[in-house]
């Protein structure tokens, strides 16, 4: 991981240091050394002054903050670590597209405490690990893409 270049969204002076992810494969080492999630906001110094998300349909607060563990699942089974950090970072590339830029991709750590409305994690005590830059998410895509060995008609989730 290498330091900030500066491209923190508003409001994250706090964390102007915090270093950013530069590949699908600098991503898979963190993976491989530490139990981390990813979540899709405008930042920890905005997470961590509540720790909780909304649940968007209902507008009830949740315990914890919405994250997704990137840490693979045992039936996975000795396949590629890359391709699940793909597969989870695709699944919820569409959160940039949707929020129009208000969103990010960081790694953090924690203690999961529930499960919110989609199943996901929800983690206390968030530990901001570093910022995922946008073109590992593009790199992820294509990852994913050539897996499926689709043409672009299968997407992200969208709830």
Do not use: F
């Not at 994250?12 to 898979?28: F, I």
């Not at 607060?61 to 597969?87: I, Q």
């Not at 129009?100 to 005590?125: F, I, S």
């Amino acid at each position: 991981m290498t330091g900030n270049t500066g491209h923190d969204p508003p409001g994250t002076p706090a964390l102007d240091d915090m270093p950013t992810v530069r590949s699908l494969d600098e991503l898979c080492d963190l993976v491989s050394s530490r139990h981390v999630y990813v979540r899709w906001s405008t930042g920890p110094a905005h997470d961590l002054q509540r720790e909780n998300s909304i649940d968007e349909l209902t507008g009830v607060p949740m315990p914890g903050l919405s994250a997704n563990c990137l840490v693979a699942e045992d039936w996975w089974n000795g396949r590629p670590l890359r391709l699940w950090v793909a597969r989870r970072l695709y699944d919820y590339s569409h959160l940039r597209r949707d929020k129009e830029g208000e969103v990010r991709p960081w790694v953090l750590t924690g203690d999961e405490v529930a499960r919110g409305p989609d199943n996901e994690p929800l983690v206390r005590n968030a530990r901001p690990v570093g910022w995922i830059a946008l073109h590992v998410i593009d790199e992820a895509e294509d990852e994913v893409a050539k897996a499926a060995g689709h043409d672009g008609q299968w997407g992200p989730m969208r709830r």
